[in-house]
């Protein structure tokens, strides 16, 4: 099946840092590439939804200009935490769809820690 | 706002038996319906997937959809200890998606006892 590979896993840092996290698509192109937030024994909250060669379109209530992401290809999309603070800390996972949403794909996510 | 409402559990169900899982949803609108399986520290996984109303059967896993009701539940027959997880159910309002996000519940932690 179709893999999406999401880097790093886990990342520890300083409070006012910036950390990159990369979200690929191996064996498919996608053109929409969709990031999502997870605090503890919380739902999967929807941040983005990034688009191949435009602006990303954002949810009610995340700030663009904190959570940066860029497409630039097809088969990369990143998201981009500025300044970050604990409360960042969170499980953000990536997704990519080859077709329909019964083909939407997850990355493995990343355990952010910000101390 | 959507909104995606589950059970948070934990469920207890003994190995053998079948864990039924259930999940409401407000936008009457929505058109596919999704359940994923999440083990502690993982991403998710799909399960099925459901478009219509009635029964959707997949080996041991059977989605069930009453639109009219928007109520969406997943049974697990034959419950063994590596289901236990948490079960997210997932909404789409486009039939089949594909450029849209998916609206989540929290999730319940289901626990299968050998």
């Known amino acids: 099946g179709a893999v999406v590979s999401q880097h790093p896993s886990r990342v520890i840092c300083k409070s006012g840092t910036s950390v990159k996290i990369e979200c690929r698509s191996l064996d498919f192109q996608a053109t929409t590439m969709f990031w999502y937030r997870q605090f503890p024994k919380q739902s999967l909250m929807l941040m983005a939804t990034?688009?191949?060669?435009?602006?990303?379109?954002?949810e009610q209530g995340v700030e663009k200009d904190k959570f940066l992401i860029n497409h630039a290809s097809l088969t990369l999309s990143t998201l981009t935490v500025t300044s970050a603070h604990p409360e960042d800390s969170s499980f953000y996972i990536c997704?990519?769809?080859?077709?329909?949403?019964?083909?939407?794909?997850f990355g493995s996510g990343t355990q952010l820690s910000v101390l | 706002q959507k909104e995606v409402e589950q059970n948070s559990g934990p469920l207890s169900v003994p190995e053998g038996a079948i864990a039924s899982l259930n999940c409401t949803y407000s936008?009457?609108?929505?058109?596919?319906f999704f359940w994923y399986r999440q083990y502690s520290g993982k991403s998710p996984e799909l399960i099925m997937f459901?478009?219509?109303?009635g029964d959707k059967e997949d080996g041991r896993f059977t989605a069930q959809l009453n639109k009219a009701s928007q109520y969406v539940s997943l049974l697990i027959r034959d419950s063994q200890p590596s289901d236990s997880a948490t079960y997210l159910c997932?909404?789409?309002?486009?039939?089949?998606?594909?450029?849209?996000?998916?609206?989540f519940g929290k999730g319940t932690h289901l626990i299968i006892q050998p």
């Open positions: 459901i478009y219509s109303n």
């Open positions: 997704s990519a769809a080859s077709g329909g949403n019964e083909k939407l794909f």
């Open positions: 990034s688009n191949e060669g435009s602006k990303a379109t954002y």
């Open positions: 936008d009457r609108g929505s058109q596919s």
């Open positions: 997932a909404v789409n309002e486009v039939l089949g998606g594909g450029a849209d996000g998916l609206t």
